[in-house]
């Protein structure tokens, strides 16, 4: 069965660290591009990063320079390093994966990321 499981979250000060972590099963990992979402609420869903299959990388311009996606596909995961963390970046972060292909898309459950005094 297709699983995206991400892992990491958690409640930290601003200025702080976390890495997030999917790891992915039940599909071939290495043909498919990456995503890190995140949704806090009451507001959309919105891109955070992405690494193609090829690893071409994207950032908004609101994580640039603080946070790095990366991918090890040896491991089938995908990872969101965060630094110099800001309230502002308190969300769910959902891992996203889709495959150009044949259209397949899958997406995690979620972790909670807040950021707060």
């Known amino acids: 069965q297709v699983q995206l499981a991400e892992s990491g979250g958690g409640s930290v000060q601003p200025g702080g660290s976390l890495r997030l972590s999917c790891a992915a099963s039940g599909f071939t990992f290495n043909s498919f591009a990456m995503y890190w979402y995140r949704q806090a609420p009451g507001k959309e869903r919105e891109l955070v990063a992405s690494?193609?299959?090829?690893?071409?990388?994207y950032y908004a311009n609101s994580v640039k320079g603080r946070f790095t996606i990366s991918r090890d596909n040896a491991k089938n995961t995908v990872y969101l390093q965060m630094n110099s963390l800001r309230p502002e970046d308190t969300a769910v972060y959902y891992c996203h994966a889709y495959n150009l292909g044949d259209w397949r898309a899958y997406w995690g459950q979620g972790t909670q990321v807040t950021v707060s005094s």
């Open positions: 690494i193609t299959s090829s690893s071409v990388l």
